[in-house]
């Protein structure tokens, strides 16, 4: 049965149970509409977002939940008993106090949001649970995606523990290890002769003839990207329930930083933080930048790029969220940034030597951004910032090969150790 | 300054602050001795265990505790300020009902523990961490492992995050992906000319040698191994402050079955569980089976094997603590088994498929292991079960990489994709 034939035969107005979720609108005029698994509004073309009606939301509650992001499941669009089907059960990963980054960056404080601890070591974890969950309630049977990396892991991780088929379209020239790391949980994954664009354009194709797929990305989209403000609902409960000064967040689709921003927002809105000002900063690799040189031209619109950098990621040349993360950065007072790829690298390696924290190259951006806005004085040095650490080094590797190393190669005797060390 | 001149400068009979711990003790016959960074007592030659005089531990205040090992400090060798030192913040990892696996394997209720969820991905962060914590009061310098993976993340990025420097000797032959992960951290990885005998050797003459260097599983061996206790504390707290009915562990030096069994049993005695058997079983991959051996023959003693197996977290082929587990193991009424490396990648897979837990070859040994005790009747059907999985796939990608792949590669339309799935 599909989708659509499920909502047909419970009644001429279907309600899903999506928690306090009551309906989707749309980003750029307003237009409100059922919530149902669409994702752009037909009255002005913009993305649909979900709209709520929060009732009265307790620390006290929260604090006694799950510890997942389940505890936050009264402000995602997720049913009441979300917690109760076998789900990867991601988030409550930890926050990080970085006084030696700190030191080393010439600040006052920073913490990292270290989403390494995920089931499958990225964020994606998180936004693909929440996906799940309103997929399920919507009638749909299968979980798909396309990706490159992190978002395939997610998605056959999380159908192969909800007992879901899967479909996950990747471009067949994907490195070895991500292909192996998505076809373990043994879905269908398919190898895609073409590009990412290839890819993510077939997915919208499937998506429309599919009616019992759920493309985590295109047709749930709107209940999929809201995993995103578990990030800061997560910061803000660690921090004692209060917003954070500063934060980095690094800019693929953007959707990460508005959904951040929407999650403190709400946080406030339901009381259970104080309003405070909060300034944004968004992080981009220079190889795929179309934000940050929107952010710095003084642009409304994203000119859409090739994208060329390790970062891969990231690498998101028609970033659909751009304009709203330009909004958002705009408004908090924040700046968006753009690094080389070697400083990417450099980034990773802070982060590790001054921390213990493997981040993949995402991580390095963010990092290396940071580090750029603390020099050019946009970072304020006696602010506290966060940086948000979303993926793992293990899966970017190729990324350090040529700049890491033993220190020495050495004969198995204490002579030879004590030489290699200068002792 | 030393270890050794640092406690000559505190007095002539130095006392550690290490929280309830009071004396080491020899396992073969008892002898006492007070805490000091030793590993064999010099009356029986037998291994140094840690011994405590525990007070009154509340489960109240254990749930009101760090999430993390640290909250379980008052059963642990270390200092009552641990946590204010920066640390990796090990442990707190998720407790998994399996029940798509238990359908799988025929069985009424299995639980994984996840470890892939630590810090760097294996259960090693928690023993470097306690490890770290001891070498810091006895006043070391410098945190050092011999290591062929794990181990070798864990120290490096523990040092790393303590601002310590570390040295870490690896075989030089090792595989590139796990040089990278040790040395990214940035402190002295040695890469040294011979297997890891050599190696280890190597680490025993050098700890003798310098006396700051702390060697987390050669000179402070004893702390070390109390941390794989937190895997038995925390399964007992997730399962609401009780012991599970049986468990699979696997076995490498053996070290982590014992302390599971001496984690159980300290709860009982402080009376943070009640008093219930748990029957403790002990995995091993065939190709490295000495334990498993000794254990269907009725020896006592272990016969070193030389190892050949694709678990080489689990390959040590002289087993230190093999003596001590056959003792757990039949005390327990628990059992032995070892699988063969095919076994074990289909144990990986069948995890994946069924849970979405992507576990390295130490965990297929578990999963097949568990499976093989299943089928032989020795794993009761109608008890629960919890699976040890200690490290991370992504660490041992080789493994899985001749068996999975995609369902095929298509051209990007959907008609292709149809085809390919068989619609």
Redesign the interface.
């Known amino acids: 049965m599909t989708a659509a034939a499920h909502a047909q035969t419970t009644g001429a107005k279907t309600t899903y149970d999506l928690g306090n979720a009551v309906e989707l609108v749309s980003k750029e005029e307003g237009h409100r509409q059922p919530l149902a698994p669409e994702f752009v509004s037909l009255e002005d073309f913009s993305p649909l977002e979900v709209a709520y009606d929060f009732g009265r939301i307790r620390r006290e509650d929260i604090e006694a939940g799950p ?1 997942s992001i389940w505890r936050y499941k009264q402000l995602l669009p997720v049913p009441s008993n979300v917690d109760e089907h ?1 789900n ?2 991601p988030g ?1 990963t ?1 926050l ?2 970085a ?2 980054l700190a030191k080393a960056l010439g600040v006052k404080q920073i913490w990292i949001k ?1 989403d ?6 990225s964020f994606k974890d998180r936004v693909v649970a929440v996906a799940l969950a309103a997929a399920r309630e919507f009638g749909f049977k299968v979980l798909a995606c396309p990706s490159t990396g992190n978002l395939a892991n997610a998605v ?8 879901w088929d899967s ?1 996950v ?2 471009p ?1 020239t994907l490195e ?2 991500k ?3 998505s ?4 879905g ?7 590009n990412y664009d ?2 993510n ?2 997915a919208t ?2 998506a429309a ?1 599919h009616e019992d797929w759920a493309f985590v990305n295109v047709n749930v989209r709107p209940y999929y990207s809201e995993g995103s403000k578990t990030l800061a609902f997560e910061v803000a409960e660690q921090l004692g329930w209060r917003i954070p000064e500063q934060i980095v967040v690094p800019i693929a689709s953007g959707s990460q930083l508005t959904k951040v921003d929407k999650g403190f927002r709400e946080l406030t809105q339901v009381g259970l933080v104080e309003d405070s000002p909060v300034r944004i900063f968004g992080a981009q690799a220079t190889g795929c930048s179309p934000v940050a040189s929107a952010f710095k031209e003084g642009h409304d619109v994203v000119q859409p790029v090739r994208p060329d950098t390790i970062a891969r990621s990231l690498a998101i040349g028609a970033p659909a969220d751009g304009p709203y993360v330009l909004d958002v950065v705009r408004r908090t007072n924040g700046a968006i940034e753009d690094v080389t790829d070697e400083e990417v690298v450099e980034g ?2 802070l982060l ?7 981040a993949e190259t995402a991580g390095g951006v963010t990092v290396a951004t940071a580090k750029k806005l603390i020099e050019a004085g946009k970072i304020d040095p006696d602010q506290e910032t966060v940086l948000l650490i979303t993926g ?4 970017t ?1 190729d990324a ?2 040529d700049k ?11 002579e030879a ?1 004590n030489a ?2 200068g002792l």
């Open positions: 510890r076998p990867t059960e409550c930890r990080v106090r006084d030696r270290d390494t601890g995920n089931p499958t070591h056959a991780a999380a159908a192969a523990r909800a007992g479909v379209l990747v067949s070895r290890a292909i192996l790391m076809a373990v949980y043994d269908s994954l398919l190898a895609v002769d073409g290839d890819v354009r077939l194709e499937l003839e990773i390696r590790a030597r001054t921390e213990g924290i493997f793992d080094g293990l899966k590797l350090v090969q890491v190393g033993p220190k020495a190669t050495v004969a198995p005797s204490t150790v290699a060390l």
